[in-house]
């Protein structure tokens, strides 16, 4: 089956960094995104990574391993309205987006 | 640009009735549009995936008589929740997809469904 592990929740410190991880097993693979939804929002992209390495993008960035089937993705500076759930989703041979249940970040002043 | 509107926001609506949710691409043509449901602290789940012009691919466990989903443009797509009930009462989220996005999904804000 395909599966995609990503924590339920992680807190963290207003000015600290963060880093979720995610590790998926899918039949096939054609990139992994990460996705941010606040409570009662749909989800925002973040990141996109098809290629093994990190990709950076301002206070956020996402790393990619395609053979451990892992991936992280690292907020830096973290700000109270960082406070949401973070969507980790593959897509498969298919093309079609599999859905980790995402993670709740919680941030603390 | 990419962006996808998702109308009504919220609605409420009572028991047996029946319930329309278009998802609209405003500056672009979605080769394909998803729909798909959330409950509370739970994640997203698809419930079909739409192709302009031919019939929706409904995921496992979905209702294709009570969800029923018309896509007829590459522009719209609507969910129509049949005789809704109290347990239909969910987030219904849409996205679109457009050929060179790299499959980027671009979401609707959602639709707050709650069935009296």
């Known amino acids: 089956g395909q599966n995609i592990d990503q924590p339920t929740e992680m807190t963290a410190t207003e000015g600290a960094i963060v880093q979720i991880n995610c590790t998926y097993q899918t039949s096939g693979f054609n990139g992994l995104f990460w996705y941010q939804q606040h409570a009662g929002e749909a989800p925002t992209f973040l990141s996109y990574?098809?290629l093994d390495g990190l990709e950076e993008k301002g206070r956020f960035s996402s790393f990619l391993s395609r053979s451990k089937g892992y991936s992280y993705l690292l907020l830096k500076e973290l700000q109270m309205k960082d406070s949401a759930s973070y969507l980790c989703?593959?897509?498969?041979?298919?093309?079609?987006?599999?859905w980790g249940a995402g993670t709740k970040l919680i941030i603390k002043p | 640009g990419a962006v996808v509107s998702q109308h009504p926001s919220w609605v409420i609506c009572k028991s047996g009735t029946s319930v329309k949710i278009e998802c609209r691409s405003l500056d672009f043509q979605a080769t394909t549009m998803f729909w798909y449901r959330q409950f509370p602290k739970q994640s997203l789940m698809l419930m079909a995936t739409?192709?302009?012009?031919?019939?929706?691919?409904?995921e496992q466990g979905v209702e294709k008589d009570k969800f029923l989903i018309n896509h007829a443009s590459l522009t719209l797509s609507t969910l129509t929740v049949t005789s809704a009930h109290p347990e239909d009462s969910s987030f219904y989220i849409c996205?679109?997809?457009?050929?060179?996005?790299?499959?980027?999904?671009?979401f609707g804000p959602g639709t707050r469904l709650t069935v009296l």
């Open positions: 990574n098809v």
């Open positions: 996205s679109a997809v457009w050929e060179s996005s790299y499959n980027e999904q671009f």
């Open positions: 989703a593959v897509t498969d041979s298919n093309y079609q987006l599999i």
């Open positions: 739409s192709n302009e012009g031919s019939k929706a691919t409904y």
